[in-house]
T-cell receptor, first 113, second 114 residues
Framework: GAGVSQSPSNKVTEKGKDVELRCDPI?????LYWYRQRLGQGLEFLIY????????KSGLPSDRFSAERTGESVSTLTIQRTQQEDSAVYLC???????????FGSGTRLTVV | AQTVTQSQPEMSVQEAETVTLSCTYD???????LFWYKQPPSRQMILVIR??????QNATENRFSVNFQKAAKSFSLKISDSQLGDTAMYFC???????????FGAGTRLTVKP
């Protein structure tokens, strides 16, 4: 597609439920990134996929968080047993050549009640 | 580890005036890239300008320019002739050479007043 697409745009879930967030990167972009942005704060790195290499999971805050990507296409970020502190905007970005900068999606606003 | 610091949580400027947003970073690398991103209320992060550390010339993009001081590890963004549409959060970011992992500062909220 023309841009990075994320769905859903907004998600409200009950504490303890699992959620899946989806990211559809720009076609041909080999790298895909997930960031978390809490209200009024900066971007917190979560995970990074590059082609078929093993992902860099160093930013995942706990084992409740996981992400998958099939080849160079769609990625899903899964949060199990959601907690209120998981409430944030989750941003996805993709790039072909990271040094040229990333293209971001509009994010998913997750609210855990 | 690389860190990016934006010391101004909030700033404001009158329309048509000039404003400078500060950014400093910490790295032992010699080659790297620096970026400024804009995040309007729509949440979409938009690349404003990028700088390659091995280039001494400061990058410019229309009304946006940077003052890159490599020795001081400083990378400020100057917005000239500010417009109401420039109201947004601005994030400074750092990326090591040959590494696609970008790290962001905490952001500066800029308000352009009519």
């Amino acid at each position: 597609g023309a841009g990075v697409s994320q769905s859903p745009s907004n998600k409200v879930t009950e504490k303890g439920k699992d959620v899946e967030l989806r990211c559809d990167p720009i076609s041909g972009h080999t790298a895909l990134y997930w960031y978390r942005q809490r209200l009024g704060q900066g971007l917190e790195f979560l995970i990074y996929f590059q082609g078929n290499s093993a992902p860099d999971k160093s930013g995942l805050p706990s084992d409740r968080f996981s992400a998958e990507r099939t080849g160079e296409s769609v990625s899903t970020l899964t949060i199990q047993r959601t907690q209120q502190e998981d409430s944030a905007v989750y941003l996805c970005a993709s790039s072909f050549q990271g040094s040229r900068g990333y293209t971001f999606g509009s994010g998913t606003r997750l609210t855990v009640v | 580890a690389q860190t990016v610091t934006q010391s101004q949580p909030e700033m404001s400027v009158q329309e048509a005036e000039t404003v400078t947003l500060s950014c400093t970073y910490d790295t032992s690398e010699n080659n790297y890239y620096l970026f400024w991103y804009k995040q309007p209320p729509s949440r979409q992060m938009i690349l404003v300008i990028r700088q390659e550390a091995y280039k001494q010339q400061n990058a410019t993009e229309n009304r946006f320019s940077v003052n890159f001081q490599k020795a001081a590890k400083s990378f400020s963004l100057k917005i000239s002739d500010s417009q109401l549409g420039d109201t947004a959060m601005y994030f400074c970011a750092f990326m090591r050479y040959n590494n696609n992992d970008m790290r962001f500062g905490a952001g500066t909220r800029l308000t352009v007043k009519p």
